[in-house]
């Protein structure tokens, strides 16, 4: 079966959708299945041959001004068609909104073939990134040559503008296009329910990520008296994950344990301004960068409980890999992320943005071996559950019927 994936972001850059797509397509190419990806350039050739059943097909882009590791691709219609004829797709199966999602929308109707969009990300969580004042420069003019009654005036009715209104109109915008594909693939229950809430009306079928358990130590972890704790929170480090948070969180934690470490994995946006939020922890909060993924199950293992902030996750691959470590997790009470942090089952989950309650759940898990062995037993099976196998079986039959369909 031949299956063109249309996707606005993919390797190099890492983030959970291109792990997603990696994940999927390789596996299922052992299964004979052959893929065509359609994404951004990144400054490399337009064409690349992984073997004979995958191809690379990239578009030229542009940098959103906002948020620069966001490409907007240009409009070929040379390159489409050469995504095209590689061979002859039975499906199209687009990975984001985007353009280049549209284009996928755009080829599936040209050749009279299904598609199926999978919902990996809340765009509309992340209305920030259209806002002016990300623009590299704004806000210095607003600092240092606008009054400041002025230039409180602008940044007010640039946030009521971003809450109110883009939010609505990326919102409709999603489920519009969303409710062009034949069938829509949700990574979480949680994000399946928001989906019938915006009106997205075409059939809905779950199927988790999934998580490689061999990467992972699945070990019970258990703490002695120890003192020295350390805390682990890995993923893009951009404005809607909210690290600032786990970081106020953890300026309190060290009140109590004035030895422990808080390691931060990832690249992003946002890093300059979380590095200037952590200078009262000092060396206690380590930047370590972009790390590569065979290196993370190693941070993970050196590790006591997992932290993250996010109120935006669809499912969230860290907090698997975390769980699949043996590793207590805290996170809070949006979307998806109580499917996979059970409140004290395998973790604490408290309320968005009080990194009071935040410091407090990871205390509270510390304050008892018996209790931290059991989390962490619990951590080790629910991670079980979302065996990648799992997933990729789900998605072959999910393929496999369609062709069933057409022969």
Known sequence: MNIVIFTDTYFPKIDGIAVSIQNFTGHLIKRGFRFVICTPSYDLPSYEKINESLHIVRFADAPLPSYPDVKIVIPSRSRLDRALTIFKPDLIHVQTPGLLGQYGIFAARMLGIPVYGTYHTLISEQTSYLSALKIPGVNDILQNFVPDFLSNTIRGLDELSNQIFIREMIKTYASAF??????????????????????????????????????????????????????????????????????????????????????????????????????????????????????????????????????????????????ASGLPCVGV????????????????????????????????ILASKEQYIEFSQQAIQTAASHKLENSIDDLEQLYKSLDSQNS
């Open 178 to 323: 969303y409710n062009l594909c034949d069938l829509v693939i949700s990574p979480s229950m949680a994000i399946e329910k928001e989906l019938v809430k915006q009106h997205i009306f075409r059939p809905i079928k779950v199927i988790s990520n999934g998580i490689d358990l061999s990467r992972f130590s699945n070990r019970i972890r258990t703490i002695e008296n120890n003192t020295s704790y350390t805390f682990i929170h890995a993923g893009r480090l951009s404005y809607e994950k909210n690290v600032e948070v786990v970081i106020k969180a953890f300026l309190q934690i060290i009140k109590v344990f004035n030895n422990a470490k808080l390691i931060i994995c990832g690249d992003g946006p946002a890093l300059s301004f979380l590095k200037n939020q952590a200078v009262d922890a000092g060396q206690q909060i380590e930047f370590r960068g972009l790390i590569h993924q065979n290196e993370l199950p190693e941070y993970y293992n050196h590790s006591h409980i997992f932290i993250t902030a996010s109120t935006m996750e669809t499912q969230g691959i860290v907090v698997l890999e975390a769980l």
């Open 333 to 364: 009470d949006a979307y998806a992320l109580p499917e996979l942090i059970k409140h004290n089952v395998n973790g604490k989950i408290v309320p968005p943005f009080r990194p009071d309650e935040m410091a407090d759940a990871v205390l509270s």
